[in-house]
């Protein structure tokens, strides 16, 4: 009999955190998560959603307890390009909370091309959640067949290429210039990184109990899990019933609910009945944005563009933005946009400077944003990931019930807010290379 079996079934985590005595409000939580950046953490809440969980993702480490009957809580940090320091103390104030809130098992959820430095976040966080949870033991792996993400003998594939050939390698921020992750991994770590390979996985739960067990014996404290199909990460999930924390991007979550008796099912993805008038606003200038945008355009809906150097030179283009809306709101979805294609972003950015640029836009778009919510919208698209930031900042939205998938790693959310009294809000927020074309028109149908 392994270890992990010895233990008594979905042994409850240590608690930690004031909050404690309000666990009965949320009794039901199972799964806490701590995400390492916005979108992938709605990416991992998707998939848990998918999987029949009741799923709510909160904007950073909330300061009161869950008021929502949740099996999952997702904490979305922005934790993966910190200071090392800076990462694990928000984590470990993020664990604090959902262990206050009941939760069961822990998962540190990151991107599914493992991004990270030399230095970390990823193995410092992990270590660190090992050693706050008392855990010797844990799972490492970004796989996600079905989305183009396989490791195989520890080495991950985007796609057909190894992860170094991807164009990963030249990320400003996290270049990712070796696909061996156990290698990866270990330059990160303090503790001892292994490996569990493809002939393992391929057995299932008992040859991958036994193989965790040898590597314990050994002295290994996390391992890298190779997956080449989803059907891997399914025959995964069982052996991670009752393992404290688990590591992994968004694969994972797809064979977790089940270890708590958990079955798909349409009502984990219910939201309230939609209502109210819908527009999108997009900040994105990724090219399946670019897309979305032409694709509305020639749908022949209204769509106005934002000009950067308008607002630059101080134009009142909130104001102008707003008053062109209005009147057409009535009659169905408008798109309000600063998307452009890179050479007239790079036009942009060398007038008034990259940085300056991105958060003159966002300001821009999150005031479009809340100005059409104040008008009435109550289904809104928001476009871009640091755009849907700055928009959900000034929508006051600090936690969001996740519904259906409108597409791969992009749900329909509903979220409680002042800005939006009475029903909440609608809303989606799409990073840049998700969705179809037609995007920002299906969305809305999907809602119905
Ligand atoms: P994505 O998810 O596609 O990366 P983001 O919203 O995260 O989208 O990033 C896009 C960035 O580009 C934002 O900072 C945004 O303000 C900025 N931006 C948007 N439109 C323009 C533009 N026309 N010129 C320059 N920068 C822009």
């Known amino acids: 009999m392994s270890s992990a079996e010895r233990r008594p079934q979905q042994a409850q985590l240590p608690r930690g955190g004031r909050a404690a005595h309000n666990v009965a409000s949320v009794g039901a939580m199972k799964l806490g998560c701590i995400a390492d950046d916005f979108t992938g953490a709605t990416d991992l809440a998707n998939n848990l959603v998918r999987a029949g969980m009741r799923v709510v993702q909160a904007m950073g480490v909330p300061r009161q307890s869950l008021d929502a009957e949740a099996d999952a809580v997702v904490v979305a940090l922005k934790s993966r390009t910190l200071p090392v320091n800076e990462a694990v103390a928000q984590s470990l104030a993020a664990l604090k909370w959902l262990q206050a809130q009941g939760a069961q098992q822990i998962y540190f959820k990151y991107c599914s091309t493992f991004d990270s430095t030399a230095q970390g976040n990823i193995g410092p966080v992990t270590e660190a959640l090992m050693q706050a949870l008392g855990s010797d033991f844990t799972i490492a792996t970004p796989a996600f067949p079905d989305n183009q993400r396989t490791v195989f003998k520890g080495h991950l594939f985007v796609g057909d290429v190894l992860l170094n050939e991807s164009g990963m390698q030249n990320h400003p921020l996290t270049p990712m210039t070796d696909a061996n992750l156990v290698r990866v991994l270990q330059g990160q770590c303090r503790r001892q990184v292994g490996l569990i390979d493809y002939k393992v996985v391929a057995q299932g739960e008992a040859a991958i109990r036994t193989r965790i067990d040898q590597l314990r014996a050994q002295g290994v404290g996390l391992a890298i899990v190779d997956a080449i199909s989803n059907d891997d990460l399914l025959r995964l999930g069982p052996a991670l019933k009752n393992m404290l924390l ?29 209502e109210g008038l819908q527009a999108v606003v997009s900040g994105s200038c990724s090219l399946a944005t670019n897309r979305q945008v032409l694709a509305f355009i020639k749908a022949g809906l209204p769509a106005r563009s934002v000009d950067p150097l308008q607002v630059a030179a101080g134009v009142d283009v909130v104001a102008q933005m707003l008053d062109w809306a209005k009147p057409l709101l009535g009659q169905g979805p408008v798109l309000i946009y600063s998307s452009a294609d890179s050479n007239a972003v790079k036009a942009v950015q060398a007038q008034l400077g990259v940085e300056e640029a991105g958060a003159l836009l966002e300001r821009t778009l999150a005031a479009i944003a809340r100005g ?45 807010t002042d800005a939006a009294p009475q029903g909440g809000l609608h809303l989606t927020l799409k990073s840049g290379n998700f969705g179809t074309d037609d995007f920002f028109i299906k969305a809305f149908a999907r809602l119905v």
Do not use: Y
């Open 372 to 416: 059409l919510v104040d008008v009435g919208v109550r289904q809104l698209v928001l476009a871009g990931g640091e755009t849907s930031g700055a928009c959900v900042q000034a929508l006051n939205i600090t936690q969001m019930k996740i519904g259906p998938q409108i597409d791969p790693g992009v749900p329909w959310c509903h979220a409680q």
């Open 246 to 274: 688990v590591t992994a991007g968004s694969g994972v979550a797809i064979s977790l609910p089940a270890n708590f008796g958990i079955t798909p099912s349409s009502m984990a993805s219910a939201l309230p009945e939609a």
